[in-house]
């Protein structure tokens, strides 16, 4: 169980901004240089289009920046970083410590590697300091695949992109957002997706979809039971997007209809870190999303790891 305390300081998002290379990469540009077809791609993953290029340090200042100005903030004012991302630009140092210097934060800045469910882990872990006393924290979720894709392999190059999205989380004394939340890995997994330092990521593909449904549905089950929600009390779901039956197994699995999900890897791919966070922040650039709305993220990556959190939109 982890249920919230009561009385214990939440937070509220008061800023998201996002960022996507500007080299668009077709399903057709990939059948030109692969044995695939757009055909194939689509039917089997959903995904029409992706997003390749840059760095993991410079797409998240390009987030970060625009989550802070949204949010009508001084970089100084922000108290923490926290950068969710399973492609950093070095081994060592961190590559928060980049984007700290990028954005003139004057504030602690540490990464988080829980691969694509890697953004769900940064909001709870940026919860837990906000419960401590912190008042505003950045949390930032980016990936840079394709420098760790291996594109000659179309099990995974038909899948991996690049891209990143943020949000501003400021303390709110009267209930924050977070109604639960839940985490969970298994390590026992990791052999089925990894890459090793220096390599391309190696898949089992079948292996994962099998997984990825069972594990999100599982997390996504704990947080409703904490919650003390049902699937209909659920406005709008943020799936990982690695692959449209994976969200659609899911959605079925959980009760919760296909339209009150938010999708954006027709013209993304899978971005891991900053999928889940792309997929909040287009939502709600449609209005999909309102005050009061019950929202669940959740997802599933590599570890094997799965988280899922439900906020009210706006707080409590
Ligand atoms: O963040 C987590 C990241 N990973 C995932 O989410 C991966 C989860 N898995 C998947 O999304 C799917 O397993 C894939 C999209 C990777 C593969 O789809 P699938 O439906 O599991 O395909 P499959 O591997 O069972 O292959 C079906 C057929 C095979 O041909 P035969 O044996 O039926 O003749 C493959 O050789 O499709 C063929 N195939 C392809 N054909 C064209 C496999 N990959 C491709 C391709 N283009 N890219």
Redesign the pocket.
């Known amino acids: 169980m982890t249920k919230i305390p009561s009385g214990i300081r939440g937070g509220v998002i008061t800023g998201y901004g996002t960022a996507l290379p500007p080299t668009v990469l077709t399903n057709d540009d990939l059948a030109a240089r692969m044995?695939?077809?757009d055909e194939?791609?689509r039917e089997?993953?959903g995904i029409l289009s992706r997003h390749v290029g840059g760095t993991t340090s410079g797409l998240s200042i390009e987030s970060g920046r625009k989550a802070i100005e949204m949010a009508g903030l001084d970089p100084s004012e922000i108290d923490a970083l926290v950068l969710a991302t399973t492609t950093p630009d070095r081994t060592v140092p961190a590559t928060s410590a980049t984007v700290q210097n990028g954005l003139g934060l004057r504030c602690g800045a540490f990464d988080v590697n829980a691969?694509?469910s890697g953004f769900v882990y940064s909001l709870v872990v940026a919860h837990g300091l906000l419960a401590m006393g912190a008042r505003k924290i950045l949390v930032i979720g980016t990936d840079t695949l394709a420098r760790i894709t291996d594109w000659e392999d179309?099990?995974t190059a038909?899948?991996f992109a690049d891209g990143s999205a943020a949000v501003v989380l400021e303390a709110a004394e009267n209930g924050g957002q977070l109604l639960a939340w839940n985490l969970d890995a298994d390590g026992s997994a990791e052999e089925f997706?990894f890459a090793e330092i220096g390599g391309h990521i190696k898949?089992d593909?079948?292996e994962?979809?099998r997984r990825?449904v069972r594990i999100m549905c599982d997390s996504a089950e704990k947080s409703m039971a904490d919650a003390g929600l049902t699937a209909d009390d659920i406005a709008m779901v943020i799936p990982?997007q690695?692959?449209i039956?994976?969200i659609q197994a899911a959605c079925d699995r959980l009760g919760i209809p296909e339209e009150r999900t938010a999708t954006v890897l027709h013209y993304t791919g899978?971005t891991?870190s900053a999928s889940i966070p792309l997929a909040l922040v287009d939502a709600l650039r449609s209005d999909r999303i309102k005050k009061g709305d019950n929202i669940l993220l959740v997802g599933?990556?590599?570890g094997m790891t799965a988280a899922s959190a439900i906020i009210k939109w706006g707080g409590q």
């Open positions: 044995d695939t077809s194939w791609i089997r993953t691969a694509c179309r099990n038909i899948l997706l898949m593909g079948k994962v979809f990825a990982h690695a692959n039956r994976i899978n891991s599933f990556g590599a």
